[in-house]
């Protein structure tokens, strides 16, 4: 049963004529009469009495009147909605990874809402898994997260790749060091993010390619509070290159580590087959205007 058989029906009942109604609905008489007799085979009754040029409603075409009626109501009723709603096309939803979300996507957020003042972002911090999830169910417009993501139902599009960095204290004795390999953290303490944190497996991995397993001291939910422990001499970390702001500098050192020095890839993440409003799309020209000079200079 399709809408148009609906009108086609509604307009035979009102008008009392096939003809009448096929001009009312501009199409043809004999189209709009082949429609009638599909809806009518597919219901297994009969809606018209055809008496000569006049058609009147049988019994169950009174019976189903009210409701063809109510639907057809219900759908101009929402097309009406749509078209009226102001926020529709302009709301967009993005999420980003905690190592990703303070420093890096909150500002192209507010470069979008400078630019395009009427756009109505939401914005969800969290970890890879969860985001990816919220991607595939639709909840999320897109999110940047760090590679790899495997699912093949995502589409993925590569942004730029940045160093990892060690982080200690200024009081430590790495900080002053030449050159640090990974081999020289094998015995310090590590203030880390949590276990779903991609960056956290980065930095295992990392150690592990050298032959230890890191002492983690410190579990951590945010960067903020591994800098606390690493500015404290507590513990040190490997940190995003991204994360390094300039109130860093009067307690925390960075270093480059020696040999293979580790990396992360940082990607946008979408739904192929998710509609991309206005909004989404204005969104993601700042976002790739912005990450244009990260790109180019491997931040």
Same mark, same amino acid.
């Given at each position: 049963? =399709?809408?148009?058989?609906?009108? &086609? *029906?509604?307009?035979?009942?009102?008008?009392?004529?096939?003809?009448?109604?096929? =001009?009312?609905?501009?199409?043809?008489?004999?189209?709009?009469?082949?429609?009638?007799?599909?809806?009518?085979?597919?219901?297994?009754?009969?809606? *018209?009495?055809?008496?000569?040029?006049?058609?009147?409603?049988?019994?169950?075409?009174?019976?189903?009147?009210?409701?063809?009626?109510?639907?057809?109501?219900?759908?101009?009723? $929402?097309?009406?909605?749509?078209?009226?709603?102001?926020?529709?096309?302009?709301?967009?939803?993005?999420?980003?990874?905690?190592?990703?979300?303070?420093?890096?996507?909150? $500002?192209?957020?507010?470069?979008?809402?400078?630019?395009?003042?009427?756009?109505?972002?939401?914005?969800? =911090?969290?970890?890879? #898994?969860?985001?990816?999830?919220?991607?595939?169910?639709?909840?999320?417009?897109?999110?940047?997260?760090?590679? #790899?993501?495997?699912?093949?139902?995502?589409?993925?599009?590569?942004?730029?790749?940045?160093?990892?960095?060690?982080?200690?204290?200024?009081?430590? #004795?790495? $900080?002053?060091?030449?050159?640090?390999?990974?081999?020289?953290?094998?015995?310090?303490?590590?203030?880390?993010?949590?276990?779903?944190?991609?960056?956290?497996?980065?930095?295992?991995?990392?150690?592990?390619?050298?032959?230890?397993? #890191?002492?983690?001291? &410190?579990?951590?939910?945010?960067?903020?509070?591994?800098?606390?422990?690493? $500015?404290?001499?507590?513990?040190?970390?490997?940190?995003?290159?991204?994360?390094?702001?300039?109130?860093?500098?009067?307690?925390?050192? &960075?270093?480059?580590?020696?040999?293979?020095?580790?990396?992360?890839?940082?990607?946008?993440?979408?739904?192929?087959?998710? &509609?991309?409003?206005?909004?989404?799309?204005? *969104?993601?020209?700042?976002?790739?205007?912005?990450?244009?000079?990260?790109?180019?200079?491997?931040?």
């Amino acid at each position: 049963m =399709e809408i148009h058989q609906l009108r &086609y *029906f509604v307009a035979v009942a009102e008008t009392g004529n096939f003809t009448r109604a096929a =001009e009312r609905c501009n199409v043809s008489q004999p189209s709009l009469s082949q429609q009638i007799i599909n809806l009518e085979s597919e219901l297994g009754h009969k809606l *018209f009495h055809r008496l000569g040029r006049k058609a009147v409603l049988t019994e169950s075409g009174e019976l189903f009147i009210g409701r063809a009626r109510r639907v057809l109501h219900e759908v101009e009723a $929402a097309t009406r909605e749509i078209k009226d709603a102001p926020t529709l096309e302009r709301r967009i939803t993005v999420g980003a990874i905690p190592t990703v979300m303070p420093h890096l996507m909150t $500002a192209i957020i507010g470069q979008a809402l400078q630019k395009h003042p009427d756009l109505i972002i939401h914005a969800r =911090e969290d970890f890879r #898994p969860a985001l990816v999830k919220s991607v595939l169910e639709g909840d999320l417009d897109m999110a940047l997260v760090s590679m #790899p993501v495997t699912d093949t139902r995502i589409a993925v599009e590569a942004l730029f790749t940045e160093p990892l960095l060690l982080a200690v204290s200024k009081t430590h #004795p790495l $900080a002053t060091q030449p050159t640090v390999s990974g081999d020289d953290l094998r015995n310090e303490t590590f203030a880390l993010l949590g276990h779903s944190s991609a960056l956290a497996a980065k930095i295992q991995g990392f150690c592990g390619a050298h032959d230890f397993e #890191p002492m983690i001291g &410190y579990r951590c939910s945010q960067i903020a509070t591994v800098k606390s422990f690493v $500015a404290m001499g507590l513990g040190i970390s490997i940190l995003p290159q991204l994360s390094r702001v300039s109130v860093d500098d009067s307690r925390i050192v &960075y270093r480059h580590l020696s040999g293979r020095a580790p990396t992360r890839e940082i990607a946008l993440i979408r739904h192929p087959q998710r &509609y991309q409003s206005r909004g989404a799309s204005l *969104f993601l020209e700042t976002l790739r205007e912005s990450i244009k000079p990260l790109a180019a200079d491997g931040v």
